[in-house]
């Protein structure tokens, strides 16, 4: 009763973002903030300057991009954590400190005790899962996703065809989705 509630709950939060309702990017705030300023700070190694600008800059990707989000593809905290991690690292690159991103958000502290009581389940073992990939699939995927590789950058460090590299993120990306959706 309570994983549906949630459900119709984050439905009909999305359902106001996507009609630009104002108060809807607030209620994300409210609910998200720490977590994803906490991405930022970690992403971009406790500069707070930095971490507050790319925060402010994914939550205005947020709204501005909120009618491309599809439910069917994940759940809304899970696409505007990406978001948000992507803005981060690409605010760390822009500042051409490209060698020197810290992409480990494993030690994020979150204090909201709405987060604790109420963590992320599309996130919270995805390390863990990870171990259900073959070794080719698990290393590309660690490589974008983890440390924040291009797959561009990824070929040239694993001295593989970029269609590989793309095929390989691909398959993973899609044994872990059924993975999820068996859970």
């Not at 509630?5 to 998200?32: C, N, W």
């Not at 924040?148 to 095929?167: C, R």
Request: charged residues 30%; glycine residues 4%; proline residues 2%.
């Amino acid at each position: 009763m309570k994983q549906t509630f949630e459900q119709s709950e984050e439905k009909m939060l999305v359902t106001r973002l996507q009609k630009g309702d104002q108060t809807a990017i607030s209620d994300i705030y409210d609910r998200y903030a720490e977590a994803l300023y906490g991405v930022c700070l970690k992403i971009l190694r406790n500069n707070t300057g930095m971490a507050e600008d790319a925060f402010q800059e994914a939550m205005v990707k947020i709204w501005k991009y909120a009618a491309s989000y599809n439910p069917e593809k994940g759940r809304l905290f899970t696409w505007i954590l990406n978001i948000t991690r992507n803005t981060a690292i690409d605010y760390w690159r822009k500042m051409n400190k490209r060698s020197e991103i810290q992409n480990d958000i494993s030690d994020v502290h979150v204090s909201n005790p709405r987060m604790i009581r109420n963590p992320n389940t599309d996130t919270m073992d995805v390390e863990d899962q990870l171990e259900n990939l073959s070794s080719e699939e698990r290393d590309v995927i660690e490589l974008a996703y983890f440390s924040g590789l291009t797959h561009q950058q990824i070929s040239g460090q694993l001295e593989l065809p970029l269609g590989t590299v793309k095929t390989r993120i691909r398959r993973g990306i899609t044994k872990l989705r059924k993975i999820y959706r068996a859970n």
